[in-house]
Nanobody, 130 residues
């Protein structure tokens, strides 16, 4: 069974840091583009960051550029989202999504948008509050 499992969420103070993990089960992540998305209360889900499987430069939403960093550890079959300088507006459930085909990978990573062929995790909650 193919699964993505997010972890690392929790409560952080403004200005603090968290590292989210997206671990794959049943398949090898290094052949997939991985996107991080988030959904804040009362808002639509939005793209945060994406890393493809071709070592291209990762993409980031303007709201997180310079604060968040996406990376892969192929040996651990995991993709990370390092979140620094957290703000209250970063509070959301964070999801990771995996796509394999080239067209969907490009659509997800270039536009930071959801694609129909994605495999999704169940999310991890990040709360930024003092």
């Amino acid at each position: 069974q193919l699964q993505l499992v997010e972890s690392g969420g929790g409560l952080a103070q403004p200005g603090g840091s968290l590292r989210l993990s997206c671990a794959a089960a049943g398949f090898t992540l290094n052949y997939y583009a991985i996107g991080w998305f988030r959904q804040a209360p009362g808002k639509e889900r939005e793209g945060v960051s994406c890393i493809d499987d071709n070592n291209s430069v990762p993409t980031y939403a303007d709201s997180v550029k310079g604060r968040f960093t996406i990376s892969r550890d192929n040996a651990k079959n995991t993709v990370y989202l390092q979140m620094n300088s957290l703000k209250p507006e970063d509070t959301a459930v964070y999801y990771c999504a995996a796509v394999h085909d080239a067209v969907s990978s490009q659509a997800m990573c270039n536009g930071l948008r959801e694609v129909n062929t994605s495999l999704w995790g169940k999310g991890t909650l990040v709360t930024v509050s003092s």
